[in-house]
């Protein structure tokens, strides 16, 4: 809905209001955004006052942008911000047309992607480019009726509002008052928050005054009383009177009451308003009512089926009458409240009949799918399930399953529910239907109700297409309850059909291949994976190929023969290349294959494969694939001591987008970097928001999470029970190397000889015939340890530099100096040297717990040293920028926006804006153009 660009209400009463208001637009015009708030009751002004803060925006230079939520309409996600910012099939530049593609299906995020999540994020890089062009003013109206989805990108954008030139204005009455919009009122403090009451009552009196042409009389002023200080009431009360010549105004210009029936309540006065329409003008606006608050003349061309010149009369009938209202180039009703009177004068079945009429009148003119489905709605939702799924919206249903199931999966279970129990059973169609439908309850997470659907369709099925699809989705939602085993039975059954093409017996072949390897069997995944293979081979299928390749591929990597993997992501990925069916497995390998190369040591062409995998997921909005490669990009930063880049990376996406294990992980990095800096509470707060997110994995083993919990109990001074936490979570054949090393240097801490030798012995056969510098680092880490060997030790700090992971170094160089100084009394050099190698690269890291923990237990050897490194230790202030900060702040200072920084600096928008939200709490300034000004300062400062 565009915002009303003509018949607006008498803004009386509202100078303080507005001056807030227009106060913020000069701010956001000078460079500082702002959320802001703006809530009352129905009818109080709320709408008026931002259309005259957007008028001001408008004459200032802004780009103004309005959409409001839809009582019916918030079942599909993101409607207001599509229409807001004219998001349509049609649009001409890359990033609207994206959107659009993504959320009508021609452009492919990958079978079960997210497909609403996906549009939200290229929402929110659509508004950065807007910010890009000039301030914008960005409006949401009505937002207690908006979808969750758009809350959540409200509320992301309302904390990024300093980094750009933003006015974000959120319209809502104070009912219903949801959990999602309350945690807007936290984002969003008191200073900026509009909360409209009742007109006072010269306010009231001069409303009236200009309403009526004269003075209120006594009679009048005591009717106008009645409203309660609501603008709208009271012009829609003076409306009424005038209509029925209940006014006169005498010769001492005083507006007198006459005789007459006047309305007793807001909805009689726009009853009243209504009644004096003819029926044909009547019948048009219902029709209106159909398609929302604010409507395009096109669509009400096609849902009446009226050519538009004979329905211009109505329409200019109902403006006159000051019904309807110009909206940009659309029509909108002046006031929901208008437009709700008219929809439930309907009757139920009128209204469903109406919403059928108009959902086929729009799919047959080729209309996105959310608006037909909208219309559609009402016809499951209504309280007779007796009203049927016409044949029509059958087809349609089957056409658009799967851009409807990823972008609104709820709506499509109600839609498909029905159509299913309508069909007829064993019918070829009732098939595709209940394979959809399964589908969707699966996006939903309804893992049960899917696995039931789809068990009870493949019973009487006949379809290999859709033997396949159901197999998939029984297996899928098995495999996320923990019951992949159970699996397998079914699938060698459907393998060893008679008649079965290659094609069909290759993808179930897959299918068994993954959930071997899901199972551990890696020899098993292996053979089968290879068989299926080989049987894709015959009909060249690159689907059954690519993945095929992927199982073989992870097989590889789970004996931990790395190098063997390489090959293997190439001969996929070369499969995956061009087809869009095979999106979602080109972004999967391109991380497994970054996570390949960090295990060899290559980290250089990790953080390049991750940054392309992130890259091409933002791209085709793959917000899962996007998560993993930010959670792979951290994990990777982690080990070669760029910590805050990594602190950037893996704060980037909200945790509710992220699967439950990238979460922990992402939670599990951040922990141990501030546990090494000696933040506790920021620590600890990590390991309690992963909390619910371990429980849902159960014993599944995340090795950061399983680190920082470790850290936890040595900052404790628990040591024994910071090793438990890490020989627990070893207890797994394929998981732990990195937890290894410091299980060994634990298990040494505290005597536990014999762990210390089975973890020796365990990390002898990781690096047996290795040549890759961290595992033989490893081996000689926990034999030194074992031993108290120094040379030993020395030996793997020399291997973990070579790898470049700075902080096995440093440990390696720390234990080292204890052996030295305990075996060697009178080779203080020696100790001293290995001390003062691992202090600087602790300092280099920001270690601080490190580099105390380490002089504390050197003075107790009589070894001392000062310290060298205090740039870290600075947490405010321009000096306490870290290099990409550094960077990064230039480049701001420079002008350039995110986007252009993320080019320029080979990052992404989303890392450069955390890093920008960093530096503005570092520099305690509150908008980039601050940032210019404390680097002017600071320049100025420092000569």
Request: glycine content about 8%; some cysteine.
């Amino acid at each position: 809905m565009r915002p009303l660009t003509e018949g607006a209400e008498l803004l009386i009463g509202r100078d303080d209001e507005v001056s807030r208001l227009v106060g913020w637009v000069r701010e956001v015009v000078a460079g500082r955004g702002r959320a802001v708030l703006v809530d009352g009751e129905p009818g109080i002004g709320k709408s008026a006052l931002v259309r005259a803060g957007g008028g001001a925006a408008t004459g200032m230079g802004c780009q103004v942008y309005w959409g409001a939520g839809d009582e019916l309409g918030q079942a599909l996600p993101l409607l207001p911000l599509l229409d807001a910012l004219h998001i349509t099939p049609s649009a001409k530049d890359s990033r609207r047309s994206a959107i659009s593609g993504l959320l009508h299906g021609s452009a492919v995020a990958g079978k079960g992607a997210d497909l609403a999540a996906a549009a939200a994020e290229q929402l929110l890089a659509l508004v950065d480019e807007l910010c890009q062009d000039g301030p914008v003013v960005l409006v949401v109206d009505d937002l207690q009726w908006a979808d969750r989805t758009t809350v959540a990108v409200w509320g992301r954008l309302a904390r990024s509002v300093r980094q750009l030139p933003l006015l974000l204005i959120g319209v809502l009455r104070p009912v219903p008052r949801r959990d999602d919009l309350r945690s807007l009122y936290r984002i969003v403090g008191p200073a900026e928050r509009l909360r409209l009451g009742r007109l006072a009552e010269p306010a009231v009196i001069e409303l009236v005054t200009a309403l009526a042409g004269g003075r209120p009389g006594a009679e009048l002023e005591r009717l106008a009383d009645d409203a309660a200080g609501n603008p709208l009431y009271l012009t829609e009360l003076l409306d009424a009177l005038t209509r029925g010549s209940c006014l006169d105004v005498d010769d001492a210009g005083v507006a007198q009451l006459a005789e007459g029936d006047t309305p007793d309540s807001l909805p009689e006065a726009i009853a009243d308003r209504l009644g004096f329409l003819p029926e044909p003008t009547r019948a048009v606006l219902r029709a209106a009512a159909l398609l929302g608050v604010g409507f395009s003349v096109g669509d009400l061309v096609t849902v009446t089926g009226s050519p538009l010149p004979g329905l211009l009369p109505a329409l200019d009938e109902a403006r006159t009458a000051g019904v309807l209202v110009a909206a940009g180039d659309d029509l909108a009703f002046r006031h929901p409240l208008i437009r709700k009177a008219l929809y439930d004068e309907m009757p139920t079945s009128v209204r469903v009949a109406w919403h059928q009429g108009a959902a086929r009148s729009l799919a047959e003119a080729g209309a996105p799918v959310e608006r037909v489905a909208l219309h559609l709605l009402p016809m499951v939702s209504t309280t007779d399930s007796r009203v049927p799924v016409p044949a029509w919206a059958v087809q349609w249903l089957l056409e658009v399953a799967a851009p409807l199931i990823g972008q609104a999966p709820a709506v499509a279970v109600a839609l498909l529910r029905r159509a299913v129990r309508d069909a007829r059973p064993g019918d070829a169609v009732t098939a595709a239907l209940t394979c959809r439908l399964a589908d969707a309850h699966y996006r939903l997470g309804n893992f049960g109700q899917a696995e039931r659907i789809a068990c009870r369709a493949l019973e009487h099925l006949d379809d290999p297409d859709l033997l396949v699809d159901l197999h998939t989705t029984v297996t899928q939602c098995r495999g996320m309850t923990g019951r992949s085993a159970e699996s397998l039975a079914a699938l060698n059954d459907a393998v060893a059909r008679p008649g079965l093409q290659p094609r069909h017996r290759a993808r179930l072949l897959v299918l068994i291949a993954r959930t071997h390897r899901d199972l551990g069997q890696v020899v098993t995944a292996s053979r089968v994976a290879t068989e299926a293979l080989e049987e894709a081979g015959q009909v060249e299928d690159r689907w059954a190929t690519g993945w095929a390749l992927h199982v073989l591929s992870l097989v590889a990597m789970m004996r931990g023969e790395w190098t063997a993997a390489l090959p293997l992501f190439e001969r996929a990925m070369a499969k995956a290349q061009g087809d869009p069916a095979l999106t979602d497995l080109g972004l999967l390998l391109r991380i497994n294959q970054s996570v390949t190369f960090g295990a060899l040591d290559r980290y250089t062409d990790a953080l390049a494969a991750a940054t392309r995998a992130r890259e091409l997921a933002d791209r085709t909005g793959s917000v899962v694939r996007l998560t993993q490669a930010q959670s792979a990009l951290g994990q990777l930063l982690l080990g070669t001591g760029r910590w805050d880049d990594a602190l950037a990376e893996v704060d980037v996406v909200p945790d509710d987008l992220k699967d439950p294990s990238v979460a922990c992980c992402d939670h599990g990095v951040a922990a141990i970097i501030h546990f090494h800096r000696g933040d506790g509470p920021a620590a600890r707060k990590h390991l309690d928001v992963a909390s619910p997110y371990s429980e849902r994995i159960g014993g599944r083993v995340v090795e950061s999470l399983a680190r920082a919990r470790s850290l936890a109990f040595e900052h404790d001074g628990l040591p024994e029970r910071a090793l438990a936490a890490l020989t627990d979570a070893l207890a797994g054949e394929d998981e732990g190397e990195d937890l290894l090393a410091d299980a060994a240097r634990l298990a040494a801490a505290t005597g536990d000889t014999r762990t210390a030798v089975e973890i020796d012995a365990r990390v002898r056969k990781i690096a047996a015939g290795s040549t890759v510098p961290h595992r033989l680092a490893l081996a000689s880490y926990c034999h030194g340890l074992l031993e108290l060997d120094a040379a030993t030790l020395l030996q793997a700090a020399d291997g973990y530099r070579d790898a470049g992971r700075p902080l096995s170094r440093a440990k390696a160089l720390e234990a080292a100096a204890i052996a030295f100084a305990e075996t060697r009394s009178d080779d203080r050099g020696s100790a001293r040297a290995a001390f003062t190698y691992a202090l600087d690269l602790y300092a280099e890291l920001g270690a601080h717990w490190d580099v105390a923990r380490l002089r504390a237990r050197f003075r107790a050897f009589g070894i001392r040293r000062g310290p060298t490194v205090k740039h870290r230790q600075i947490t405010h202030g321009w000096d306490s920028l870290t290099p990409t900060e550094g960077k990064i702040a230039a480049l701001v200072v420079e002008g350039l926006s995110n986007p252009q920084i993320a080019a320029r600096l080979y990052l992404s928008p989303r890392t450069v804006g955390t890093h920008v939200s960093h530096i503005l709490t570092k520099l305690d300034v509150h908008s980039r153009i601050d940032i210019a000004r404390e680097a002017a300062r600071h320049r100025s400062a420092s000569g």
